[in-house]
């Protein structure tokens, strides 16, 4: 099965599709794209991600549903600290409350993970926390779900490289360092330095900003950029032996183009560093030019079968801290509860006592059953000479007749539900003017909302709009039924004298299956 590897980078997107560790479709996505006017202004961000990512999944043929992420360290918060060694049931407080001393947020308004790495010389514990944003990592998140891509693994890019220095043959064992970057775009640029495969220093370097800091078409500006990497490099290199003096580093492992090589060769040697460039077309192929988007993008989707020592998972953070404050919700409402173990028994005895009044009650019920289906004649249509296996196969059609009845009665949406919950959730200047309710081959409900909004703005009725679907997705009713509740068109139209945005919601319970190439994208007046 193939799966993808999506690196969200400072200006660009990286995308990477791998089957059996082999690169077999790649693509990097410019995010300057999302503003050179094709969308309306008031259109969020992540709609035009997806948009964008949706168009090079179609150009490059790219056809997969699962996939994992990583993202650059402008969205992270990577900070490494020491702290004693501590019994295991004190280490989660320890860990939040030296962590709220290098984070300018509240940690409640973080998702994070940490990593604690031992030391039994210096009896202390290296811990290596990774946080991000709730919202920003929803974000992520919810590009995936747009795209209808499962994923299960959001990561930080350079985590992601040293799974591809792995992929290309690079030792870990030592204090190594690792350097990445790429003077043909703005990705950012990674310096990171490892002890056995444990990182405990990183520093992400931005050269330029801004979408017109691609365009290094004169060789001076390239020259420029190159001067700069190497000032970077060494404020790197004094900043890590400042920090860790004890920790010299053995090599450094280098990706980039192969025209930096020579001069870089100098340039470390007179720095007393050894280093090693690494061959990326062994990974790529010969036929690929090298790109940092693309070596994270692919590093990310090799979770699985090059599993580090850091084990840092994002994603997976967001499903603890859901359960972390489920658990904490239920000791707060147990606090204070005093247990009497008499009245558990007695309890206990009732429900005991009730089920099996419950039971004796049907005893005569049942066995009239079983008499009556003793006494069922034969039925004409099954033939003495039918074996099993027919018998078998005409039970499971008539079982699958049944439960298609079944579902038809139990699992019927009804418009009264609908007709009541509307009017609460429309903003003013909203209305409907069609509402159709379907459902699939498969049984599953879909329900399509049309409708208009006008107030004189078409800022403010696009707001209306949008504040109409988040009404939607707060909904009970809606998100109990409907796994995606998404705006698939908005445009505008003209009423006698004036203009109205016309809407287009679609509330499903299975992904949206592909048509053509507008599927996803807002339409513009």
């Known amino acids: ?127 290596l926390f990774v946080g991000i944003k709730k919202e920003i990592l929803e974000k992520y998140i919810s590009i995936s779900r747009q795209l209808n891509i499962k994923i299960n693994v959001i990561e930080y890019s350079a985590f992601s490289l040293l799974r591809f220095l792995k992929l290309c043959g690079a ?10 970057f790429d003077l043909d775009n703005s990705d950012e640029i990674n310096f990171m330095v490892s002890e056995n495969g444990f990182p405990f220093f990183s520093r992400d370097i931005v050269l330029s900003s801004g979408v017109n800091d691609l365009d290094a078409a004169a060789d001076n500006d390239r020259m420029k950029k190159y001067d700069k990497l190497k000032s970077e490099i060494r404020v790197s290199q004094d900043y890590y032996r400042r920090k860790f003096p004890d920790k010299g580093i053995k090599i450094i492992n280098v990706l980039s183009g192969k025209d930096m090589h020579e001069d870089l060769k100098s340039f470390f040697a007179s720095s007393g560093i050894s280093a090693k460039f690494i061959d990326t077309s062994k990974v790529l192929g010969k036929g690929v030019k090298y790109s940092s988007v693309l070596a994270k993008s692919l590093g990310v989707v090799l979770c699985k079968d090059l599993p ?70 034969k039925l004409a249509s099954v033939s003495e000479g039918e074996d099993s296996i027919v018998l078998e196969a005409r039970d499971k059609n008539l079982k699958k007749k049944l439960a298609n009845l079944d579902s038809l009665i139990k699992d019927q949406l009804y418009a009264t539900y609908f007709l009541d919950i509307m009017p609460k959730v429309l903003p003013e200047g909203v209305w409907l003017t069609k509402f159709v309710s379907t459902r699939k081959e498969d049984g599953r409900p879909e329900v399509i909302l049309e409708g208009e909004a006008y107030l004189g703005d078409s800022d403010k009725e696009f707001e209306a709009v949008s504040t109409l679907l988040g009404n939607l997705k707060a909904n009970k009713f ?48």
């Open 171 to 180: 030792k870990e064992n030592g204090v190594i360092a690792s350097l990445c």
């Open 1 to 127: 099965m193939n799966s993808l590897g999506i690196y969200f980078g400072t200006d660009s997107i990286g995308l990477a599709e791998l089957n059996n560790k082999k690169l077999v479709n790649s693509a990097v996505i410019s995010e300057g794209g999302l503003f050179s006017g094709n969308f309306e202004e008031k259109v969020p961000t992540d709609v035009k991600i997806t948009a964008l990512v949706k168009d090079a999944l179609r150009t490059n043929h790219i056809d997969v549903n699962h996939g994992a992420i990583c993202i650059s360290g402008q969205d992270l918060i990577i900070r490494t600290f020491e702290i004693p060694k501590l019994p295991s049931n004190e280490m989660q407080g320890a860990i939040n409350f030296e962590a709220k001393k290098y984070i300018p947020f509240k940690l409640e308004d973080l998702a994070f993970s940490f990593q604690v790495e031992s030391d039994n010389k210096t009896k202390l514990n290296t811990v």
């Open 308 to 377: 580090l020592k850091v084990k840092i998972n994002l994603f997976g953070s967001r499903v603890r801290s859901e359960s972390v404050k489920s658990k904490e919700d239920i000791l707060a409402f147990m606090e204070g509860v005093k247990v009497d173990f008499k009245v558990i028994a007695l309890s206990v005895l009732i429900c005991v006592l009730t089920f099996g009044y419950g039971i004796y009650r049907t005893l005569p019920v049942r066995e009239e059953l079983n008499a009556i289906r003793d006494k069922r004649p």
């Open 478 to 525: 809606f998100t109990s039924n409907f796994k995606e509740i998404t705006i698939t068109s908005v445009d505008r139209k003209a009423f006698l004298d004036k203009s109205v945005a016309v809407f287009n919601i679609a509330c499903r319970n299975f992904p949206e299956k592909k048509k053509n190439d507008n599927d996803g994208l807002l339409q513009q007046e």
